[in-house]
């Protein structure tokens, strides 16, 4: 691993993560090589890891897939179990037991699921699962109900169903392609993907939801991006959730897709000794920023089965929020939330500042300890715009 100033966060440290001694360049910058020659078997882990006693045996019988690129496997530190892309990536026998809280589906997926690859959970949008394959099963994984469950690529008959059910719900305006990494289909898969959706009118965008930049981003490459952005607007979703993640190879790769256009969103997990301080939340989204990428949400980790060792408390999150609140800027701070196990939805959290309130006023104390208040006018004065009925149908 190589330490080097990098053009593309300045004078931040980054890594440019080199390939082992017996893998050419070419090799590890291709993202097929790296998808072939993904770590699977503990004999796999073995070339890359001292294993602990404990590591081994966790891969004895894993209830979740084991995989990891090559690439992402070298980010980890090779010695200590301790390291955070460690956790993300290692099986652990922590997985097997139950502590606190464990279900197979927390988001209550299935119940909004009307077609086998379509999760319709709120009314203007939907996620369309295009395969359940993942370059890197992450230990946190929240959909382990679907994905790894080596059915890849939707049927063509459940494919042209799944169409006509986003046809039909003239709602969608936006598509979350999802699932699984929709970056691991074939490029011209991908396109065609896109081209049908975009053939229903009333769909506004698509967003891409990917891990790719994070574990491969040697997927980001120009083919890929010039194919993508003849169908503008795609959003992208990424999953970067510590701030060594942000290599030099990866900074190359959100820079390809910013300079093409694409607006790229990052969605952090809460995950124990990984990424839970001011200081690491920080770091990652200030990189993040600075590459053109908005830190989106630092979601509480959710209590998908063999996760209770690596979720935190809901306390410590409001933490980690109150420290940066104020000290980050609001482009750099990411929303904090949580999805009620279940299927209830997105709850969001911010700092309660109010003291208290006397009638029209409102008391306030900021982050910095300024106080002030603020006097609404009275609800007689509150008007609706005139053009509100030109809009409804937007
Ligand atoms: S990339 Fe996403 S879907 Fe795949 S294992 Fe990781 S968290 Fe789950």
Redesign the pocket.
């Known amino acids: 691993m190589i330490y080097i100033d990098a053009v593309f966060t300045g004078k931040r440290t980054v890594y440019l993560l080199e390939p082992p001694p017996d893998v050419g360049l070419q090799d590890w910058n291709s993202w097929a090589w790296q998808s072939k020659n993904s770590l699977r078997t503990l004999e796999d882990f073995s070339k890359y890891f001292e294993l602990s006693d404990e590591e081994i045996r966790a891969f004895s019988s894993p209830q979740?897939k084991i995989q990891v690129t090559p690439y992402y496997a070298k980010l980890a530190d090779k010695k200590n179990p301790q390291d955070p892309i460690r956790k993300i990536l290692l099986p652990s026998i922590k997985e097997y037991q139950s502590d606190f809280q464990q279900m197979l589906d927390p988001l209550g997926e299935n119940q909004n699921r009307p077609h086998p690859r379509i999760i319709h959970r709120y009314p203007d949008r939907l996620l369309f699962l295009v395969t359940d394959?993942?370059?890197?099963?992450?230990?946190?994984?929240?959909?382990?109900h679907?994905?790894?469950k080596d059915q890849v690529f939707i049927k063509k008959s459940e494919y042209q169903t799944a169409l006509e059910y986003i046809e039909n719900n003239k709602n969608i305006r936006e598509v979350i392609l999802?699932?699984?990494?929709p970056l691991t289909l074939s490029n011209n898969k991908l396109f065609q993907v896109i081209e049908d959706i975009y053939k229903i009118k009333h769909v506004d965008l698509i967003r891409i939801?990917?891990?790719m930049p994070?574990?491969a981003p040697m997927r980001i490459e120009r083919e890929l991006v010039e194919g993508l952005k003849k169908f503008h607007p795609i959003y992208f979703m990424l999953?970067f959730n510590h701030p060594r993640e942000v290599t030099q190879q990866s900074a190359e790769a959100l820079t390809l897709l910013a300079d093409n256009g694409f607006p790229m969103f990052n969605q952090m997990?809460f995950l124990n000794g990984v990424n839970n301080h001011p200081v690491i939340v920080k770091a990652l989204s200030r990189r993040l920023l600075k590459l053109r990428v908005k830190p989106y949400y630092m979601f509480q980790c959710d209590p998908s089965e063999g996760t209770d060792h690596l979720r935190t408390s809901v306390e410590n999150s409001l933490e980690v929020q109150k420290a940066l609140w104020g000290k980050l800027s609001g482009l750099a701070m990411p929303n904090l939330s949580l999805d009620i196990p279940g299927g209830g939805g997105k709850v969001g959290f911010v700092p309660n500042f109010e003291t208290h309130q006397e009638g029209r006023t409102r008391y306030y104390r900021g982050w910095d300890g300024i106080e002030g208040e603020y006097i609404s006018p009275s609800e007689n004065n509150i008007l609706i715009p005139i053009d509100v009925d030109q809009y409804r149908d937007s």
């Open positions: 979740f394959y993942c370059s890197v099963y992450c230990r946190y994984c929240t959909r382990k679907f994905t790894a999802s699932g699984g990494d939801g990917t891990r994070v574990v999953h997990v």
